[in-house]
């Protein structure tokens, strides 16, 4: 008898390779997707310390709101990459080249993916609840 086919022995064989593959690719790929999601936080603080100091040199100031920078154009509170803030009022000031908010540095509050971060330009962490 000449049958083509699989033994039950190979196919539990291949389902318990395909196990211990997605045993080791899953915590991974979250780990590579969570700091992701820093890099994202902490590139759009860079792009908002972007627009300040393109602002500040256009209109020859070292003082800009959010709302300015904003109606500019040089920024957005949402981007197409799923990062925002909640952000809805801000002054920022730039001395000596450091952009800073409200007189303090420029961390700023950002919403990745629906998950809360405390974003700066260097690092963002989850803040303690």
């Known amino acids: 008898m000449n049958k083509k086919g699989f033994t039950l022995t190979e196919l539990i064989v291949v389902i318990v390779i395909i196990g211990l593959v997605l045993l ?3 915590p ?3 780990n590579i997707m969570q700091n992701n ?3 994202k936080g902490t590139f759009y603080v860079q792009t908002l310390e972007n627009a300040v100091n393109t602002y500040c040199d ?5 003082e800009v709101t959010l709302k300015d ?17 909640s952000l809805k009022e801000a002054t920022f000031s730039r001395a000596n080249g450091i952009v800073q908010l409200d ?3 420029l961390k700023i509050p ?3 993916n629906g998950t809360e971060y ?4 260097t690092e963002c962490t989850k803040p303690e609840n």
């Open 28 to 30: 991974v790929s979250s």
């Open 118 to 121: 405390s974003c700066s330009k």
């Open 110 to 112: 950002v919403t990745i």
């Open 103 to 105: 007189d303090e540095e």
């Open 69 to 85: 920078l904003t109606d500019e154009g040089l920024f957005k509170t949402v981007s197409s990459n799923g990062v925002s803030t």
């Open 58 to 62: 256009m209109y020859k100031t070292n």
């Open 24 to 26: 080791i690719v899953i």
């Open 37 to 39: 999601a820093k890099e």
